[in-house]
């Protein structure tokens, strides 16, 4: 017979096991075609990379960009195409899940006001040049403060209603998409400023974008957000070019996603993607409710 202070050792060993063998059995069946995925009703982004060939300094960061502000678009997608349809059990989850998506793209919203956009207009010495950005800024923080207060003001977890999270949503989802593709553009087109930039800025500018990518995510919240980015990140996307992005040893990649992950790992089986990257059905959509895994 196992005495009391065993199973207590043994409980936090057996519920980390019972975690991970979740995540790795969420159900990775493809989307079908003609059904409602995570590239809408956001459209997703093309890359610079992609779509020109180029691979200069402002090129490639707005690319890096593309790739954070893709996932976040998924993310957004995949909460509002669910919303209408989570069931009793599945709502403590879905807030969890929706919560990271808020506290990602809130965290995003602050590091590049307090931390990209600064150092860039210092290297490049011009002012104004984020004019736009910021009042795009501006144009979506009220109905995305709206959402975050919705799920945390919530008296308990079974008053969440999809219909109003889907409400609100639609009070921002034309200004947060239209800004998530034009700051694609902004960055961009740094590369026809005149005059262009001397070598040694446009190296600075460079180690700037690769600085602050590599800790933009990771700084939100490792349990959390990580989780969310990785499981919204397409490895299929534009021919399956970014499959390896962002670089990282495969045993890192896997301790995020199963690891870090599997302290929430209720959350994320609403996710687009599965732990290879892989597009998925999603959750709520994938079975009527009463066939529905538990």
């Given at each position: 017979m196992i005495d009391n202070a065993t199973l207590l050792r043994f409980l936090p060993a057996a519920t980390f096991a019972f975690a991970l063998s979740y995540i790795f059995s969420m159900s990775n069946t493809p989307p079908t075609k003609g059904k409602p995925w995570a590239d809408g009703p956001c459209p997703l982004i093309k890359t610079p990379q992609y779509a020109t060939g180029k691979t200069d300094i402002w090129t490639t960061g707005a690319t890096h960009m593309a790739h954070i502000h893709n996932t976040i678009l998924r993310g957004y997608n995949s909460i509002y195409l669910q919303a209408l349809h989570i069931t009793l059990d599945d709502k403590v989850d879905f807030i969890g899940y929706s919560l990271s998506w808020f506290?990602?793209?809130?965290?995003?919203?602050?590091?590049?006001?307090?931390?990209?956009?600064?150092?860039?207009?210092e290297v490049l010495g011009k002012k104004g040049i984020w004019d736009k950005t910021h009042k795009e800024h501006e144009s979506f923080l009220g109905g995305l403060a709206q959402f975050g207060a919705y799920l945390e003001g919530l008296p308990e977890p079974y008053d969440f209603d999809g219909k109003e999270l889907q409400r609100i949503m639609d009070t921002f989802q034309e200004p947060f998409n239209h800004h998530f593709h034009s700051e694609i553009d902004t960055i961009a087109a740094f590369s026809s400023l005149e005059p262009p930039l001397p070598d040694k800025d446009l190296e600075s500018a460079a180690a700037i974008f690769k600085a602050w990518g590599k800790k933009t995510v990771t700084k939100a919240g490792t349990t959390d957000v990580v989780p969310f980015f990785l499981l919204n990140l397409d490895a299929t996307y534009e021919d399956g070019m970014w499959a390896n992005w962002p670089?990282?040893?495969?045993?890192?990649r896997?301790?995020?996603?199963?690891?870090?992950?599997?302290?929430?790992?209720?959350?994320?089986?609403?996710?687009?993607?599965d732990a290879r990257g892989k597009p998925r059905e999603l959750w709520a959509l994938q079975y009527p409710v009463y066939e529905r895994p538990r």
């Open positions: 506290k990602f793209v809130k965290s995003h919203h602050d590091d590049e006001e307090n931390e990209l956009f600064p150092k860039v207009e670089p990282m040893p495969a045993p890192v896997w301790g995020l996603v199963n690891v870090a992950g599997a302290w929430n790992w209720g959350w994320w089986k609403f996710a687009s993607c």
